[in-house]
Structure formats: structure tokens, C-alpha cells
């Protein structure tokens, strides 16, 4: 999750370009699940693949919106995400709003407790305390 907030100190304006009417549809891109990349005030820009990169593509003289990526947030490879949550470091391209990967996987904690769970079982609680005075636990030569 990414929070895109302004500091009326020291960082005042900062996100115009995403907030300002008058700017914001062609700086920004609504990421929605099942529907092309289109942006732009009269949505007439959209974002299309051109091999392993991202191009910025006006809707005219033959290119329709079924030339577009059509977004999935299920994606299982996290690098179609990554690489929508980099457009914005390029010039010309809109930052991305919206959901840009939901993927259902187990949670880090869950997989550490049943780590943890098995290890265990497997051999006992074990002693830290017993451990840690078990002697000498590498030799420098």
C-alpha cells in the first residue's frame, strides 16, 4: 500500500498533477479488475504491451481499446504488478490507482507458526536457556 500525502510544510503541491481537476485524468490511471488501461480526460490514452515493456498509446488510427492490457488483479506473477506500480517513474506514463494485485496466498505469520508447529513436533520444546550455555557454538581457527 502506497499513501500519497501532501506536507502543507515542506512538501506542499506535491501530488497537483493527481489532485488538480484539470490534471488529474491524464496524470492518473484507474486500475480496475477485467478492464483495459485507459486514461486521459477525453479517455483516449490507454497502456499496451510492446514485448516486455509498457508503451502509452493514444485510442485513434486503428488502436482500440482491444489493443490494451486488460487488468488482472489475480495475476500470480507478482512481476505484472511491479511493473504497473512503476509507471509513474517514467515519463508520460499516469500513476496507477486502485488494486493492483489481490492474490490469495497463506499469510507469513501462518506459515511461520506451522514452521514452528512442525519443528516441535518433531523435537521437542527445547531450551534456550540450555542452548545458550550448551558451549562453544563455532571454532575460529
Known amino acids: 500500500m502506497e499513501i500519497l500525502q501532501n506536507c502543507n510544510i ?3 503541491g506535491a501530488w497537483e498533477n493527481l489532485t488538480e481537476k484539470d ?3 491524464d496524470h492518473t490511471i484507474a486500475i480496475e ?10 479517455r483516449d490514452k490507454g497502456i499496451r504491451r510492446n514485448g516486455l ?5 493514444k485510442l485513434a488510427d486503428g488502436v482500440t481499446e482491444n489493443d490494451l492490457i486488460v487488468h488482472d488483479e489475480r495475476n500470480p506473477n507478482p512481476a505484472y504488478a511491479f511493473l504497473l506500480s512503476r509507471m509513474d517513474a517514467t515519463p508520460g506514463f499516469p500513476t496507477p490507482l486502485g488494486v493492483l494485485r489481490a492474490v490469495d496466498a497463506p499469510r507469513y505469520e501462518d506459515g511461520m507458526t506451522e514452521q514452528i508447529r512442525a519443528v516441535m513436533s518433531k523435537k521437542g520444546k527445547g531450551n534456550l536457556a540450555e542452548l545458550l550455555r550448551a ?5 575460529v581457527k
Not at 33 to 42: D, M, Q, S, Y
Open 135 to 139: 558451549g562453544d557454538t563455532w571454532e
Open 33 to 42: 479488475h477485467g478492464r483495459p488501461l485507459v486514461f486521459g480526460k477525453n
Open 23 to 25: 490534471l488529474r485524468d
Open 53 to 57: 515493456e509498457l508503451e502509452v498509446v
Open 10 to 12: 515542506f512538501n506542499d
